[in-house]
């Protein structure tokens, strides 16, 4: 059984920065697609970004394409999700997640979860 751990969220105003990472706990990342998602108050849980295993393949949902890029180091074992030009609709946990197979989007296709990192955008 993996456990995920996020670190990184916080408090920013809109239009800065923020960078969130995920890692796992006693276990190696290398062979995991990592896919990050987010929910935000009163909303159901939805994709951002994912990776292959060998970072070869990303994917974005469209309303954080050309803000957000998703990127991992095997090598420390870390997948991190920067986040650029936030804005206050950002404001959400976000959760990284891994399964063995190809990168997904659906949450149903990823078998382990952190528990989350609150990111907060003011305006």
Do not use: H
């Not at 959400?92 to 990192?117: D, E, N, S």
């Amino acid at each position: 059984q993996m456990q995920l751990v996020e670190s990184g969220g916080g408090l920013v105003q809109a239009g800065e920065s923020l960078r969130v990472s995920c890692a796992p706990s006693g276990r190696t990342f290398a062979s995991y697609a990592v896919g990050w998602f987010r929910q935000a108050p009163g909303k159901e849980r939805e994709f951002v970004a994912a990776i292959s295993w060998n970072g070869g393949s990303t994917r974005y949902a469209d309303s954080v394409k050309g803000r957000f890029i998703i990127s991992r180091d095997n090598a420390k074992n870390t997948v991190s999700l920067q986040l650029y030009s936030l804005k206050p609709e950002d404001t959400a946990v976000y959760y990284c997640a891994a399964r063995l197979q190809t990168l997904a989007t659906l949450t149903g296709l990823y078998p382990y979860w952190g528990q989350g990192t609150q990111v907060t955008v003011s305006s």
